[in-house]
């Protein structure tokens, strides 16, 4: 009675899409949080809003929660070229992280 196929690669998918937000769900929360604070200004106390570190941090929290679907794409479809969509959001989230680290510093 066991799935075979097409329902065998649908459910990897999405297994492999739930496990992957399980795992990446936590950093995208405080990613959220800290586009919220940089955006609003406001945590403990009140200063000028950075909307620059906003868009970075809530940029972060996208590619982050995209990856696992480019990740359960590729399950679903071995042959397909998700794979390198999935690389190039993890370059573009290292060149993001890259820039906060740079800005942050400055």
């Known amino acids: 009675m066991g799935v ?7 459910v990897s998918a999405m297994l492999a ?11 995208v929360f ?13 945590f403990l106390e009140c200063s000028e809003p950075d909307p620059w570190a906003g868009s970075l941090a809530a940029g972060a ?6 990856g696992p679907v480019l990740v ?18 993890v370059a573009a989230l290292a060149v993001v992280g890259l820039a906060g680290t740079i800005y942050g510093s400055l």
């Not at 075979?4 to 649908?10: F, Q, S």
């Not at 359960?72 to 390198?84: I, N, T, Y």
């Open 30 to 42: 405080l990613l959220g949080v800290a586009a919220m604070v940089y955006f609003s200004g406001c």
């Open 72 to 89: 359960g794409w590729s399950v679903l479809r071995p042959g397909s070229s998700a794979w390198k969509y999935g690389v190039g959001a």
């Open 61 to 66: 929290a996208v590619l982050l929660m995209a």
């Open 4 to 10: 075979k196929g097409k329902g065998a690669r649908v």
């Open 17 to 27: 899409v739930l496990l992957g937000w399980v795992i990446v769900g936590y950093p």
